[in-house]
């Protein structure tokens, strides 16, 4: 007897996988969400760890200010500070290869920032480093992350790219290489894993 429903409850059980599988294969590609691929089915080969070394002009005043405030009107950011909690610019800095804004322009920094402390200057980042010189011409890699301004060395994550940055991942360091009341020049680092 218990051999004879242990033979129906297998039986049942193949019946049940058997229907699965049938109607699992009656699905069309356009009724499936996700499905896993390879790296080279992309046409991307290896992985490459590349070091990106260039200059960040911030320049928040005047004439040919590459950072606007667009929202800084709220009860507790009108203040006399330049740099409010609440504060939000939108940028389009240029990245440069040297400290002099007149260098060899790389990219520009296009995105916005947040002033997010409010008891030290702590922005958040949204960028895109948008190239324009040589291999990495028309590539873009993604910075989200928290910048403490004050802090000597600054790190923020890379979370993406475009172009030979697709799948990129990584880290910026950021260091403030000099700043006045109107124009910030900031030295990054970039380390990032791409692939190629």
């Known amino acids: 007897m218990a051999s004879s429903m242990l033979k129906t409850h297998s039986f049942i059980l193949f019946l049940i996988l058997f229907f699965i599988?049938?109607?699992?294969?009656?699905?069309?590609?356009?009724?499936?969400?996700?499905?896993?691929?390879?790296?080279?089915?992309?046409?991307?080969?290896?992985?490459?760890?590349?070091?990106?070394?260039f200059y960040f002009h911030d320049v928040i005043f005047g004439k040919n200010a590459t950072a606007i405030c667009v929202a800084a009107e709220a009860p507790l950011t009108n203040r006399s500070s330049p740099f409010i909690f609440g504060d939000v610019y939108v940028v389009d800095d240029p990245l440069t290869i040297e400290p002099d804004v007149n260098s060899k322009m790389v990219g520009k920094a296009q995105g916005s920032y947040v002033v997010v402390s409010q008891g030290e200057l702590s922005l958040l980042m949204v960028l895109n480093f948008a190239f324009t010189e040589g291999k990495y011409n028309g590539s873009t890699l993604s910075v989200l992350g928290r910048n403490e301004v004050l802090s000597a060395v600054r790190e923020m994550p890379i979370v993406g790219g475009s172009g030979v940055f697709r799948f990129a991942r990584g880290y910026a360091q950021a260091k403030t290489h000099s700043i006045t009341q109107i124009h910030a020049i900031v030295e990054y680092n970039v380390f990032v894993f791409h692939y190629c």
């Open 21 to 53: 599988t049938v109607i699992a294969g009656c699905r069309s590609d356009s009724e499936v969400f996700g499905k896993y691929i390879s790296v080279s089915s992309l046409g991307l080969k290896r992985e490459r760890l590349s070091h990106l070394h």
